[in-house]
């Protein structure tokens, strides 16, 4: 018979009781290291002090009134958002997905407003994911979660990921936008170069299109900046955030600039749930914590320590690890065919260290942006015995024995 709980997801049996900064314990008592934060998204940790307050104190005070009328505390994280970034203005959502829904919204908008109703193609990445609803499948392009869910939606081209003579040879009179996650999240920790970056921002002024980034996975600190792109120093027309910005509270955004934002007039989108006041004191509560001084500096620097252990580690265990890649508190360890990811990230559990996989047989470590170095130092010892464990002839040594 079907579990009430509909079973979309291969879940591991593991259920978890509390969680305090990056370790999580199991009812039966059990204590995981968390450098998986629930896919990037506890950028805080678990229970952090400040984040619960404000979220406990909003609550008692009022969680939703809709969006028939003002709400201060969204009023406050959009400004905050805008002055720290590219951005001139705000909508808020309670997802990645819907983000990015909003965000190819606003892209077809601004062309049909400005006399370009044919310009309605997003070029996009093969490898990319930009969630699960009809229209970000089709953006996503992947077959396997494509299939059986009629025919795509249109107005989404893919290329092959870092190629500029492709991104250039599929703009046609329809194209609209470039839409591209800084760093490849579930497609493989897989990063753009800087240089293509900046080099597909020079395209879309060129071409009149807009550059759309998905940094619903690396922004609001994981890369150690607040948002990916900066370390290429560009700047996009619109962007989607989610993941971590509610520091595990339900809550997505799409910042856009002027230009782009003032086709979203009343009426045009929104959502019920979207910037309530719940979700948005969760929102200011984490950027409190995030732009303190100091703070991005230090991710930074663990980011740069943990990636050492990762690379020595990958240096002893060549049988299992072909390399380390990523941004920021981003990684991803490219296993060797020979081992799979799946296989690791399961051994890491027997050695108390919970992760997350992801495409091209990369296992990816995306852990609270709180960590210590001696919390990573930890989390490559524990990665060292999993690699015993799942080493190619690690079974047969064993049975020799
Ligand atoms: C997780 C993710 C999404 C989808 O976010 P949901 O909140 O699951 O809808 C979209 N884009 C990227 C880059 C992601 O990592």
Known sequence: MIPALMPTYNRADLAFERGEG?????????RFLDFGAGIATSSLGHGHPHLVKAI?????????????????????????LCETSFADSVFFCNSGAEANEGMIKAVRKYHAENGHPERFVTICFEGAFHGRTLAMLSATGNEKYLAGFGPPVQGFRHVPF?????????????????????????????????????????????????????????????????WAHQWAGIEPDVMSSAKGI????????????????????????????????????AGNAVLDVILAPGFLDRVDRVARHLWRGL???????????????????????????EVTNTGLQDAAVAEGLLTVAAGMNVLRLAPPLVITEAEADEAVALLDRACQRVAPG???????Q
């Open 162 to 226: 870092g190629n500029m003579n492709a991104v250039r040879d599929a703009i046609d009179g329809t194209t609209a936008a470039i839409l591209i996650e800084p760093v490849q999240g579930e497609g493989g920790v897989r990063p753009a170069s800087l240089d293509f970056l900046r080099a597909l921002r020079a395209t879309c002024d060129e071409f009149g299109l807009l550059l759309a980034l998905d940094e619903v996975q690396t922004g609001m600190g994981r890369s150690g900046k607040l």
């Open 246 to 281: 509610g520091g595990g509270f339900p809550l997505g955004a799409i910042l856009a600039k002027e230009k782009v934002a003032q086709h979203l007039k009343p009426g045009t989108h929104g959502s019920t749930f979207g910037g309530n006041p719940l979700a948005c004191a």
């Open 56 to 80: 406990a104190e909003q609550a008692a005070k009022v969680m939703h009134v809709s969006n028939l009328y003002r709400i201060p505390q969204a009023e406050r994280l959009a400004a905050r």
């Open 22 to 30: 990056a370790r999580l314990w199991t009812a039966d008592g059990r």
């Open 311 to 337: 690379e020595d580690l990958a240096r002893r265990r060549p049988e299992v690890i072909e390399g380390v890649q990523g941004a920021g508190l981003l990684l991803g360890l490219r296993l060797r065919p």
């Open 394 to 400: 690690a079974a047969k040594a064993v049975a020799a």
